[in-house]
């Protein structure tokens, strides 16, 4: 990290956002953002514990897809990346314990991210820029996971938690242990967590297959052939994890330490070849016989694809109050971490169809990362100010058969500031931030072997400001603007090479700027007499936004992304004119994709209404919710993988010691579609929940819950996931969890 530029930080604030229907507890426990996130008044939803432990285990992406604005990118039942109005990748991060979890989801979009949802406090969801207040580059907002390894309180009472569940659809089950206790004046908390999914059951014809495409109309409907399968191969889903926290009390503040460690072994439903060329002939080869040959599949349908994870944090946390004259107080954090993932093909005994050991080699994805933060409160009587001091050093390499990046390093260093007032007529929230930034890596050539070098050292500067007023005593508006910058990330800049995840040849540039986006947004909320409403409209203008883009589409400008591919292919022709083995960079049935840029604009809204009544027998919530957003890019064409708009019907029921959630997702048809892409089929989704507490005296209880998943066994296919037509949603999936407490 060379020079540092000066000044400024944070942001926060845009809309406050009524939970009421989402049933989520106010209580908002202590994290380690920027600041707490009770003085703050964005758009937030905090999911509380409780609900993730009651409800059927998941990845973390389905533990918060039914939220207003928040959908996920799926790959099979263990990989689930958030996406949050639209935007995802880079854009959206996510934390644990207000800290980024730097693992290599970012890096694969059939990787998972790195987190366990045992005995969480809560699940903080930030929307739209407000989350640059915790993290750099978050256009689209943050997911932060809350748990209580490092706890900021003295335990009083030793406690335990035993927890089992099965499950229908996957003939799996899960097992959790946790306890926590003071111990001679330390709290102790620690956690364990075991899960063991097999492959998950769909409804018969949910798997599709193209059959036949004209490359001279893409967006002629395509036919497609459904394959007669109960369950998708390589879904299966297993974690064993561990974590063990201790911590110091006292009137001075706290300190404490934490290890976390993660291993999974998930399979990988869809890979390579048999994902093929989702644009047909256009790319040079005959998709019919690709899929036509059911020998082949059915040989390539009993490999074995799947990954394994293994990844060790140590946190150190603490607060330390000054009380001086102009510092308050400080948070301090350090977090040390060492991800890494392998991905391997395994034949089942009896086929070795597909060649030797040695084409199947594994690929090794690492990533080691080293952070240091401190949050400086400034606070006076008039107003909430703090200072954050941030750096990181990251490491990522991929080693390997698939290897598409050669080892690159990210370092970071932060410097923000955020201020708070309440003035006489509404009140304020600025934020300031700048990220210096240093990302270092080569490209080779796939063909010559030069390896080209890159040092890319900038600044990102992002700013926020909200103000919001009580119109009455029932009904509030707040209005949001930010600007916030986004460097590109490493795989932005570096890929080179078959991502066979998502089908492609994936070429970086290390020459793409930076994204700027400017945000607007206002937010109206009522309550009153147990009827609430909540609506939110924003608009999203991103300069210079980073796409991957399949080289054939023709929607960007040949001039502008293309102008040196003449001269490129006369020196391919130069250099391999007398060269055997080459084909002018033929990656088989792979598409060649570039990151590009061009602007882009996303808008949409949320709203949300219901009312709550009380009965002798209890508290009956209804609400009724729906999410639109839409993004094109400045041509006019849409931006891909853009999830449709979704309406989302709920109704619970709660007495003393038993809880009835049904929530009913109806996600519309999505015909506004990229250049490539395939209309995706409108689908309900039913869950249910029961939930009911045995007391066992003497601070004892049991839980148990009986849950329903899909109960319309409804064909169900995510459109941003790139596998959407080869892997759907699971199917019809009842279960029971029990979670004993002493």
Known sequence: MKKFLNAIVVMIAFHSHNLISQEIEETVVVTSAFIDTTEINNPLY???????????????????????????????????????????????????????????????????????????????????PSSILYANGTIGGIVNIVDDSISAMNYELPEIKVGYETQSVNDGDSKNLNYKNNIGGFNVNFGYNKI??????????????????????????????????SFINNSDYAVEATKFGISKVGDW????????????????????????????????????????????????????????????????????????NIINKVDFTFRNSDYTLT????????????????????????????????????????????????????????????????????????IGYYLSRELSLFNVDVGMRVDQIERSGSVTDEDHGDVDYYNIDDTANSFAVSIGRDLSDSLSLSLGYASVERLPSVIELFMNGPHMATGRFEVGDPTLSSETSENFDITLNYEKDGFYAYASFYVTDVDNYIALIDEEDDHHDEDEHHEDEDEHHEDEDEHHEDEDGHDDHDHGNLIHANYMQEDAEFDGYEFEFGKSFDFDSGVLNLSYGRDVVNAEFSDGHYVPRINPARSVYSLSFKQNNMVFKLNLKDVDKQSDIGEGESETDAYKMLDVRLTKTYSLGDNSELKVSLFGKNLLNEV???????????????????????????
């Open 343 to 414: 991905e391997a093909h395994e034949e089942e005994e009896g086929h070795d169809d597909h060649g030797d050991e040695e084409e199947h080699a594994p690929t090794v994805f690492m990533n080691e990362a080293t952070e240091y933060g401190a949050i400086f409160d400034i606070s006076n009587d008039i107003s909430t100010q703090k200072v954050v001091f941030n750096i990181v050093d990251e490491d990522n390499s991929i080693v390997g058969e698939e290897a598409f990046m050669n080892p690159a390093n990210n370092e970071e260093f932060t």
């Open 716 to 742: 169900a296919r995510n459109h941003s996931s790139f596998v959407k037509d080869e892997v759907p949603l699971p199917g019809k999936n009842y279960g029971i969890k029990f979670n004993l407490t002493f």
């Open 253 to 324: 503040g706290y300190v404490g330490i934490s290890v976390d460690n993660l291993e999974s072994v998930y399979g990988i439903p869809f890979h390579g070849d048999e994902h093929g060329d989702e644009h047909g002939d256009e790319h040079g080869d005959d998709h019919g016989d690709e899929h036509g040959d059911e020998e082949e599949h059915e040989e390539h349908g009993d490999e074995r694809i799947f990954s394994t994870t293994d990844s060790e944090s140590t946190t150190v946390k603490g607060s330390y109050n000054v009380n001086g």
């Open 196 to 229: 063991d999914f097999g492959n998950y059951d769909i409804p018969s014809g949910a798997v599709l297959h193209e059959e036949e495409h004209d490359e001279h109309d893409e967006h002629e409907e395509e036919e497609h052939h459904e394959e007669d399968m």
């Open 46 to 128: 905090v999911i509380d514990g409780d609900d993730i432990a009651d409800d059927a285990t998941t990845s973390l992406g389905d533990a918060i897809d039914s939220y207003l604005g928040v959908s996920i990118a799926d790959y099979g039942a263990a990989v689930g990346q958030p996406i949050i109005r639209g935007m995802s990748g880079p854009r959206v991060k996510i934390l644990k314990n207000g800290m980024v979890n730097r693992d290599v989801s970012g890096l694969g979009v059939d990787h998972l991210n790195d987190v366990d949802l045992n005995d969480i406090q809560q699940i903080e969801i930030v929307k739209g």
